[in-house]
């Protein structure tokens, strides 16, 4: 059953249409990898689908029981969160903000849910840590475990892997892969790194040439090897 | 030592003295709070921005003769709150610019008024007064006490009750309202919250000096606490403390009570620097 279709769908801004009837559909335990050079709208997209903008034309619907909100979302890193204070734990429970409502504060069984997930990511130890004075790997799976608090479906990661050294690039892709394998949480990943291919199952490539399809068939396509040129050789 | 506290006690007989403290304690507490969010938001400036377009509501008022200017100078501050938060992204002038448009813009128009209109004999002393906040705090009646006092206590309620969710809207707006928390709504909520306290505020330290009561302790608790809560805490209790020891400065040495405050402030920031600083060498 597809969470999440893409019917048609142009967005853009201030009147310049970035994507063009995009069509592709996502489903439950998938890891689609998203592609595409510098410029050609993946961001854009992400942003649609997690509904913080509305596309020009064409619909984005989302089913499976997966509502508005239900989204988790591992956004790129901003200036703003590199000196802000804020303990990795009140970074954590902030993703389950969507829960309470109106209610002013977390309950027990949110609290729980944050420690499950902190757990998760081995980050137990670093509960009371300042944020901004993690590694950057380190930073990567506190907003890992305050997405996961936010969602038991669906995981959107923008760039994940952007400015994290090879060893850690690999522990954060294992991990990702561990989330869509174990827990059956569905991945879409926003990349440039042409390594993340090897993981995915589907490959979305956006820009002047558009491929939806599995990561075989990718592969063999001209259109992957434009834009690996060479580069990807598992 | 004797003389001064004895001085304090003399001065605290009387109900002005009394009202001063009070009214000062509360509005430095409110104006700490949201300080760490417009800080980190990169919105530092705004109370500055806000400050003067209450400077020009309150010149429009004195030519009008309102008796109690308060509820207007509120409406006309909330309204450029929201407006100057809203706009900032996606607009064809940015955030900073904007604000300072908006605070240099209402400040010249309010001397403007004031100076056409004015049917005072100290004209350069009552823009005075309101710039720096001189006298003001002096001055009060119990009817402006009450109404500090209300607004006081509604601020800090709001921000205790929306604590979680400016936490998560000013750390990733992105995230918050991408995962269904009313970003926006919050937003707008933050900019109601400052407007009402750089209202308040204008009586303690004037115009020109909001900025520090707003950002200052935030500054400095941020220099040695590491989480939200913690440094939250912190520069309310700073700002207060700050704000006690200003204006009891002020009415022993007799000097301007809003420049003694930030002036408190200041010397608070450096020796958080300094412990900041020492904090990261030794641990």
């Known amino acids: 059953m597809?969470?999440?279709?893409?019917?048609?769908?142009?967005?853009?801004?201030?009147?310049?249409?970035?994507?063009?009837?995009?069509?592709?559909?996502?489903?439950?335990?998938?890891?689609?990898?998203?592609?595409?050079?510098?410029?050609?709208?993946?961001?854009?997209?992400?942003?649609?689908?997690?509904?913080?903008?509305?596309?020009?034309?064409?619909?984005?619907?989302?089913?499976?029981?997966?509502?508005?909100?239900?989204?988790?979302?591992?956004?790129?890193?901003?200036?703003?969160?590199?000196?802000?204070?804020?303990?990795?734990?009140?970074?954590?429970l902030s993703g389950c903000q969507s829960r309470c409502g109106l209610r002013p504060f977390y309950n027990k069984a949110e609290k729980q849910l944050a420690e499950k997930n902190l757990e998760k990511m081995g980050l137990e130890k670093l509960k009371k840590r300042c944020y901004r004075e993690l590694s950057g790997g380190q930073q990567q799976r506190v907003l890992l475990a305050r997405a996961l608090c936010a969602t038991q479906d669906i995981l959107l990661l923008?760039?994940?892997?952007?400015?994290?050294?090879?060893?850690?690039?690999?522990?954060?892709?294992?991990?990702?892969?561990?989330?869509n394998k174990?827990?059956?949480?569905?991945?879409?990943?926003?990349?440039?790194?042409?390594?993340?291919?090897?993981?995915?199952?589907?490959?979305?490539?956006?820009?002047?040439k558009k491929f939806f399809g599995t990561k075989s068939e990718y592969l063999q396509s001209d259109i992957s090897k434009g834009f690996a040129k060479g580069e990807y050789n598992g | 030592?004797?003389?001064?506290?004895?001085?304090?006690?003399?001065?605290?007989?009387?109900?002005?003295?009394?009202?001063?403290v009070i009214v000062g304690v509360l509005i430095a507490l409110c104006s700490s709070l949201l300080g760490v969010t417009l800080v980190l938001k990169r919105f530092s400036f705004i109370g500055d921005g806000l400050s003067h377009v209450a400077f020009g509501a309150i010149a429009i008022t004195s030519v009008l003769k309102l008796t109690n200017d308060m509820p207007f100078v509120l409406v006309v501050t909330v309204i450029c709150a929201v407006l100057l938060l809203r706009t900032g992204q996606n607009t064809?002038?940015?955030?900073?610019?904007?604000?300072?448009?908006?605070?240099?813009?209402?400040?010249?128009?309010?001397?403007?008024?004031?100076?056409?209109?004015s049917t005072s004999s100290n004209l350069s002393g009552d823009v005075c007064s309101t710039l720096f906040g001189s006298t003001s705090i002096l001055t009060l009646t119990s009817d402006e006490v009450i109404m500090s006092v209300i607004l006081c206590a509604v601020v800090v309620a709001v921000f205790i009750m929306f604590y979680n969710k400016i936490f998560s809207?000013?750390?990733?707006?992105?995230?918050?309202?991408?995962?269904?928390?009313?970003?926006?709504?919050?937003?707008?909520?933050?900019?109601?919250?400052?407007?009402?306290?750089?209202?308040?505020?204008m009586n303690l330290v004037g115009s020109l000096l909001i900025?520090?009561?707003?950002?200052?302790?935030?500054?400095?608790?941020?220099?040695?606490?590491?989480?939200?809560?913690?440094?939250?805490?912190?520069?309310?209790?700073?700002?207060?403390?700050?704000?006690?020891?200003?204006?009891?400065?002020?009415?022993v040495f007799s000097t301007p009570v809003g420049s003694t405050i930030v002036a408190v402030d200041i010397v608070v920031f450096v020796i958080f620097s300094v412990a900041g600083k020492l904090s990261v060498k030794f641990m």
């Not at chain 2, 000013?170 to 750089?198: P, S």
Request: hydrophobic content about 50%; glycine content about 8%; aromatic content about 8%.
């Open chain 1, 182 to 208: 174990k827990c059956g949480i569905t991945i879409i990943m926003i990349t440039h790194d042409i390594q993340a291919v090897k993981y995915a199952d589907k490959i979305l490539h956006i820009g002047d």
């Open chain 1, 2 to 92: 597809a969470q999440l279709t893409c019917k048609n769908l142009c967005l853009g801004y201030d009147g310049y249409e970035v994507i063009h009837n995009l069509n592709f559909e996502v489903n439950k335990g998938d890891y689609l990898c998203i592609v595409g050079e510098n410029g050609s709208g993946k961001t854009t997209l992400m942003k649609a689908m997690l509904g913080l903008i509305t596309p020009v034309k064409g619909r984005i619907l989302t089913d499976g029981g997966l509502k508005h909100g239900g989204i988790g979302y591992l956004p790129q890193q901003t200036a703003v969160q590199r000196d802000f204070p804020a303990s990795v734990w009140e970074v954590t």
């Open chain 2, 1 to 20: 030592m004797a003389d001064i506290i004895d001085k304090i006690v003399l001065y605290l007989q009387y109900p002005f003295v009394r009202y001063a």
């Open chain 2, 92 to 117: 064809r002038i940015k955030g900073d610019a904007s604000i300072a448009m908006i605070s240099v813009g209402a400040l010249a128009v309010g001397y403007l008024i004031m100076n056409i209109f």
């Open chain 2, 169 to 201: 809207v000013t750390f990733d707006e992105n995230f918050a309202q991408a995962t269904g928390t009313r970003a926006k709504l919050y937003n707008l909520l933050i900019a109601v919250i400052i407007a009402v306290i750089i209202v308040l505020a």
């Open chain 1, 158 to 179: 923008d760039e994940p892997v952007a400015g994290l050294d090879p060893k850690v690039t690999a522990d954060m892709y294992k991990l990702i892969e561990e989330l």
């Open chain 2, 211 to 251: 900025s520090a009561l707003v950002i200052f302790p935030a500054l400095s608790a941020m220099r040695v606490f590491k989480s939200f809560k913690s440094v939250t805490v912190c520069s309310a209790v700073l700002s207060v403390f700050c704000a006690l020891l200003g204006i009891l400065i002020s009415v």
